[in-house]
C-alpha cells in the first residue's frame, strides 16, 4: 500500500523540525553548569599558585635580607678592635663648629636598640654596625712623645701604615677619657700624621693632649650603616662622608615586618656566649664580652588572602641554653614573640622567620 505524497511530505517536515525551546535551554544549562565547574578549579588552582609564589617572595627577601645583615655585621669593629682598651669611649667630633647629625657616640663595634618609630607592642629593632672603611690596612699606631697636641699639628707615631690624607683617624686613651676624632690633611711621614687647624672642617682647634702609650685609630671614611624596618621594608641608612650631616638611604628587602636582635655574650671569659639579651654593654669590661650577634626577622607573603590564614604571632624558638632574656617556655623549649599584629589585617597575610648567629670576627680575633 503506497503512502500519498502529500503524507510523506509532512512526515519529512516533522522528522527535520530541530530542538524545541525545552531542549535548547536543557543545553544551555549544562554548559553554565560546565562553565562554572571550570571557572572554580581555574580560581582555586590560580589562588594556590600565588599563594604557592607568595610564600616563594617571602622566603626570598628574608634570606635576601639575612644575608645582607649577616655580611655587614660580621664586619662590625674592623679597625677598631684592634685596640680593645679603648673600646667604649665617648667620641668627641666636630664638623663645621658642631657635632655631625648622627654621628656615632660611642666606640663600639655593633648596637642593637629598638626602633622608635614602630607601634606600640612591636619588638622590632634596629642595629648599628661601626667599623674602618679601609680596603687596604686599618692597623692601630701608638702616639709617641712629644704630646700631641703640644707639640703642633702633626700626630707624632711608631707608624703611619695604611694612613692617607683625607682620612678619618680617632686618638684615643683608653675607654674612659673622649676620643678624639680629626682628619689627615696631609701625606703622613714615616712618624707623623699631619693635622691642620680647620674650624670649618673636621680639625677645630685641639684641647686635650694625646700622650705616649695613647693610640690612633685609621677610620678612613668610615662605616656606619643602621639596619631597622621602616614601612614594612627592611631600610639601610649609612653615614655620609661628603655630607656628614645627612644619612644616605636605600631600601634593601619589601616586606620584612619584625626584626629581634640579642647580644652574644662570654660573661666568664671561657671564650663560650653564656647569655643572650638586648642590654646594651655600657662599659669597656662589658663591650669585651659580646663576641656575636644573635638575629631573627620575619617577612611576609605578598599575596593578601581571602580568608584568615594565620591565627598567632610568628614565634622564635631560642633553645633552652645559653639563657636568653625575655623568652618564655613554649614546650619543653624557650620562645620569643615576634609580632605582626601590629599591621592592618595582618591574619590575612602568610609569614615565615628566619634566625641565624652572627660571630663578631672582629672581637673573637682582637688583640
Same mark, same amino acid.
Given at each position: ?11 519529512? *517536515? ?20 560546565? *562553565? ?40 662590625? $669593629? ?64 701608638? *702616639? ?52 691642620? =687647624? ?14 705616649? $702609650? ?8 668610615? *662605616? ?43 660573661? =666568664?671569659?671561657? $671564650? ?96
Amino acid at each position: 500500500m503506497s503512502i500519498p505524497s502529500r503524507t510523506r511530505l509532512l512526515l519529512c *517536515v516533522a522528522r527535520q523540525r530541530g530542538v524545541t525551546l525545552v531542549e535548547l535551554m536543557v543545553g544551555m544549562l549544562i554548559g553554565l553548569l560546565a *562553565v562554572i565547574v571550570i571557572s572554580q578549579v581555574l580560581l582555586v588552582s590560580e589562588g594556590q599558585s600565588r599563594t604557592t609564589s607568595g610564600g616563594a617572595d617571602a622566603q626570598v627577601n628574608g634570606a635576601l635580607a639575612l644575608y645582607a645583615l649577616q655580611r655587614d655585621v660580621q664586619m662590625a $669593629g674592623y679597625g677598631l678592635t684592634s685596640s680593645p682598651d679603648v673600646l667604649g669611649c665617648p667620641i668627641n667630633a666636630r664638623f663645621n663648629g658642631a657635632v655631625p647629625t648622627g654621628f656615632p657616640d660611642r666606640l663600639a663595634p655593633v648596637v642593637i636598640t629598638r626602633q622608635i618609630d614602630r607601634p606600640a607592642g612591636s619588638i622590632g629593632d634596629a642595629i648599628r654596625v661601626l667599623a674602618s672603611s679601609k680596603t687596604t690596612y686599618s692597623v692601630p699606631t701608638r *702616639v709617641i712623645p712629644p704630646a700631641f697636641p703640644v707639640a703642633g699639628v702633626s700626630v707624632p707615631v711608631t707608624a703611619t701604615l695604611g694612613l692617607k690624607t683625607g682620612d678619618l683617624a680617632l686618638v684615643a686613651v683608653d675607654s674612659t677619657q673622649p676620643c678624639w676624632v680629626f682628619q689627615v690633611s696631609a701625606t703622613p711621614s714615616a712618624e707623623a700624621v699631619p693635622r691642620a =687647624d680647620d674650624a670649618a672642617k673636621w680639625n677645630p682647634t685641639a684641647t686635650v693632649a694625646y700622650g705616649d $702609650g695613647s693610640v690612633l685609630i685609621n677610620m678612613g671614611t668610615l *662605616v656606619d650603616n643602621t639596619y631597622q624596618i621602616v614601612g614594612n621594608t627592611l631600610q639601610l641608612q649609612s653615614f655620609d662622608f661628603d655630607n656628614p650631616n645627612t644619612r644616605t638611604t636605600a631600601d634593601i628587602q619589601p616586606d620584612v615586618i619584625n626584626m629581634k636582635a640579642l647580644y652574644g655574650k662570654d660573661t =666568664d671569659a671561657d $671564650g663560650a656566649i653564656d647569655v643572650w639579651n638586648d642590654v646594651t654593654p655600657t662599659t669597656n669590661a662589658q663591650w669585651l664580652q659580646v663576641l656575636a650577634i644573635r638575629l631573627a626577622i620575619v617577612t611576609r607573603s605578598a599575596q593578601y588572602e581571602k580568608e584568615d590564614v594565620t591565627s598567632a604571632n610568628p614565634v622564635w624558638n631560642v633553645g633552652n641554653t645559653p639563657p636568653t632574656t625575655g623568652s618564655t617556655a613554649c614546650g619543653t623549649s624557650k620562645c620569643v614573640t615576634m609580632n605582626v599584629d601590629h599591621l592592618t589585617d595582618w591574619r590575612r597575610y602568610r609569614y615565615k622567620l628566619f634566625d641565624t648567629v652572627i660571630p663578631l670576627r672582629n672581637m673573637l680575633w682582637k688583640s
